[in-house]
């Protein structure tokens, strides 16, 4: 485990000094089995345990993947253990634990307490990412792993790319609860209408992070790809939010976040949160789909005036010799029977 022992753990966490390694070490190897394989790996994992029992070679990536490795354990692993470290087994069961001149929190102050646990959990996750794909380079057990491949299978892979475009308070949590939306809506509205291979082409010149100053493996220019990811990504955004059906929403500080929290969390600490009734929701999802409609329509006619530079395109479904298609955005968009028009 990246965390073996209460030292590592309370660097990370602050918890009293009496707090004993026991009380948390299950909860440990559940957080990294539950929240840092799928983002590190097996193999990745294995590679940083080894080299954190000892190695002659200094290793700058492998340092900082530990260092922020360590603080998503330690958060998590806490979030994990929250509903029983107020409570001690005794011969006669579970009894609460309340110290001299104190008192046991109420139930919405733990379910608050622990929101805002997992929140930092999910954040520290996300730098993690960052952290990954910017020494993506020196991490070849990163790279040909399951992790990163279910890390680079979408245009939009984290929570600061998708605020970009869509806002979003760069929350993990809400990115998470919204990657259903965007498998749909990268299968059902974008690769059948761009084309199997040229999006493909686009998630796979994110996954070798070419630079803007040379041609990929198909010829194509990096700065016109780049470009062209940007225009899809926006598109694909609002697309996301009409296709999240099954979330309910909240706004805070000018964002849509998902509104997942403990059962016995108080709003009441939430002030400027704004919790969205059904028809609000609705009415946001039908313009998050139209406008994504309206911005593949803005990508499409993009993509034909440059289509000799884009084969791929070119040669798919979408192409319109030219640059010429003159429907509105409502043509656009999927009939009645959700069929889209070509």
Do not use: C
């Not at 994992?45 to 029992?53: G, H, S």
């Not at 990504?233 to 976040?257: D, M, P, V, W, Y």
């Amino acid at each position: 485990m990246l965390i073996s022992t209460i030292d590592q753990f309370k660097e990370r966490v602050d918890v009293g000094s009496d707090f004993k390694w026991r009380r948390i070490r299950d909860y440990v190897e559940q957080a990294e089995l539950e929240f840092l394989l799928p983002v590190l790996g097996q193999e990745l994992i294995d590679d940083l345990d080894a080299y954190m029992q000892g190695s002659d070679d200094a290793n700058d990536a492998y340092n900082k993947v530990i260092e922020q490795g360590q603080k998503a354990l330690a958060i998590t692993a806490f979030y994990l253990a929250f509903p029983t470290l107020q409570l001690k087994a005794t011969d006669l069961g579970f009894v609460v634990q309340l110290g001299e001149g104190e008192r046991s929190p109420y139930q919405w102050q733990v379910g608050d307490a622990r929101d805002a646990v997992l929140m930092a959990g999910y954040a520290a996750i996300e730098k993690l990412y960052t952290i990954l794909d910017r020494h993506k380079a020196s991490l070849a057990q990163w790279r040909n792993s399951e992790a990163f491949t279910g890390y680079h299978d979408s245009l939009l892979r984290n929570a600061a790319e998708f605020h970009t475009f869509y806002k979003i308070g760069t929350s993990r949590i809400t990115y998470v609860d919204l990657k259903p939306a965007i498998d749909r809506a990268q299968e059902l509205v974008l690769r059948p209408r761009l084309g199997e291979e040229f999006y493909d082409s686009l998630i796979e010149h994110l996954r070798e992070g070419a630079d803007d100053s040379s041609s990929d493996s198909d010829g194509v220019d990096d700065a016109l790809m780049s470009a062209a990811i940007k225009k899809v990504r926006r598109a694909l955004a609002h697309f996301t939010i009409g296709e999240a059906k099954e979330l309910s929403f909240r706004k805070a500080n000018g964002g849509l976040l998902s509104t997942r929290f403990d059962g016995n969390s108080s709003s009441a600490v939430n002030v400027i949160d704004e919790r969205l009734n059904s028809e609000d929701t609705v009415n946001i999802r039908a313009v998050a789909t139209k406008k994504g409609y309206e911005l593949l329509s803005v990508a499409q006619g993009w993509l034909d005036r440059h289509a000799d530079s884009f084969p791929l395109y070119k040669n798919g479904p979408a192409y319109r010799p030219a640059g010429n298609d003159e429907r509105t955005a409502e043509d656009r968009m999927p009939s009645a029977g959700g069929l889209m028009w070509v």
